[in-house]
């Protein structure tokens, strides 16, 4: 029974502190363009026609 004196304010202590982050987290603006991440990971920026120009060069 001693050992609950300890247990129960760490476990509130640590359920303050994660909702305290998860609270900072959405004032910083975390959660504002979700499906943004999702799409530009589907986008290919690198042109595969610039590294093919070295070998080409190479070969001739």
Same mark, same amino acid.
């Given at each position: 029974m @001693?050992?609950?004196? *300890?247990?129960?304010?760490?476990?509130?202590?640590?359920? %303050?502190t994660?909702?305290?982050?998860?609270?900072?987290? %959405?004032?910083?603006?975390? *959660?504002? +363009?979700?499906?943004?991440? @999702?799409?530009?990971? %589907?986008?290919?920026? +690198? =042109?595969?026609? !610039?590294? =093919? &120009? !070295? &070998?080409?060069?190479?070969? &001739?």
């Open positions: @001693s050992a609950l004196i *300890y247990l129960i304010p760490l476990a509130l202590l640590l359920g %303050l994660g909702l305290s982050a998860f609270v900072w987290s %959405l004032k910083s603006g975390q *959660y504002d +363009d979700i499906e943004g991440a @999702s799409r530009r990971i %589907l986008l290919d920026d +690198d =042109d595969p026609d !610039d590294d =093919d &120009d !070295d &070998d080409d060069e190479d070969r &001739d």
